[in-house]
């Protein structure tokens, strides 16, 4: 068995995936309770991907994986963290056990880890393989993988000019546990849609292979990226099919499936597309769907404070929390302070005039636009607040470079300051 608890006497936490959500948990946890804990880290592949500037890099003609890829393992050994490189096949939470098998060469036997507190930072799966026909006909950029096979396509010469589809498929949510300030949405992150089309116009200008007016918008619902509030929404069409002349088409209720020729949505409308490029539903990892800890869906439940209310020793960050909505990495970064605090709290090692924070989320993201330009959206107005505020060019590209190279620089421990500096410096 693979065991500090027992042999030191401390209480062992166990982080379970370590990009955006899963590395920041680990080094805030380690950074407030130190000494008192041993934290292990457990995941299947030892970085992390930058995921929200591979559509850039893509559309820049670069390979994603040689700028995005992280190397996280120094900063947990700086920390006093361990890391296993190894993939979570099973959880009894009775037993506080998780079962792992080594992933840098296949063929490795099962064995136990214990823990006292878990945090699960497992993100979810990405369904592509639901989706009929995207293998044969489907582009995507929410990986290196991806992001690579479609600048083959473009830059290899097999894009031909033709019309170009970009949406999303319909995202299924749970309601078991969520305060009902957190609406259902039907797309799992709207933003890289609005990112990938005005990034693509701009490559289609600069090598002349067209234009705006090649890209068709798609959604399931009344409004793309509805998440960021409906008047940021207006803006942000008028600008894109109004002064660009993109085309815009929702309530396409689902994909049903890709073709050669284009999409076939689930209502029976179809758009006609040489390039396909979209993102899938999100749905849970199947070893966590089954742990009675999940909504209807296989979203973890938490309270507001990230812990399961049945099973308080067990937490969640990041895009497997069911409270994750949309799933974004910004969101993540501030649930793994609250666990980070939660457990130092637990420990008595909180200082008595920090405040305990409580999950209050916003949608704060930056797209990029090509032309060295980007949008900044922060906005609450999709939970019932008032903040909204959509921005575009130079500066906020700026502000989107920076944030990946402080990102990297610290790993992962980006200062609490950053999101107060972000809204100020972002206006
Ligand atoms: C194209 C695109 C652009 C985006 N842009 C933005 C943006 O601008 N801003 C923003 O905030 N968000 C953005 N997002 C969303 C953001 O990428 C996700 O919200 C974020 O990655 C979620 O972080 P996470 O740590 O919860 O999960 P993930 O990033 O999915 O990480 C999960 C980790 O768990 C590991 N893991 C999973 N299962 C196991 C297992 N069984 N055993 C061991 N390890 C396991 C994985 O290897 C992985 O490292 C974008 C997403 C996409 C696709």
Redesign the pocket.
Known sequence: MTDTVNLKGKPHVVV???????LTAARFIKEKSGDAIDVTV????PY??F??N??MEVFAGKDPALDLQMQFHQFLKRDGSTFLQ????DIDIESKSIS?VPTERPGGAIEKVSYDYLVL????K?DYAAIPGFGEYGHT??DTFYGNKLRRYLFGGEYRGGPIAVGTARFQMGTKGRPDWIPTMTSA?E??PL??SLGLSALLEQRKWGSAKNITLFTQGEWIAEDAGVPLVKEFLHMAVDQMGMTYMNQTEDIKEITKDGIEFTNGKSVEAELKIV?PNWVA?D?IKKLPIVDEVGFVVTDLYMRNPDYPEIMA????AAV?AP??????DQQARIVAQQIAKDLGKLHEEEQEMKFAPVV????DMGHDKAFYIHSDLIYGGKTGVLKMGHKYFMMKMGFKEMYFALGGKTPGWGIKMTEIVGG
Do not use: Q, W, Y
Request: proline share 6%; charged share 15%.
């Open positions: 379970v995936g370590c990009n955006f959500g899963g457990i995941d299947r592949k992390v991907v995921i929200p591979i559509p190894a993939e979570v096949k792992i930072a497992v993100g979810a990405l950029v929410s992150c933003g890289p990112e990938i993102l990892h070893f960050v990041g895009d497997c994750t799933k974004l990495g910004g969101i993540g704060m993201c930056f797209g």
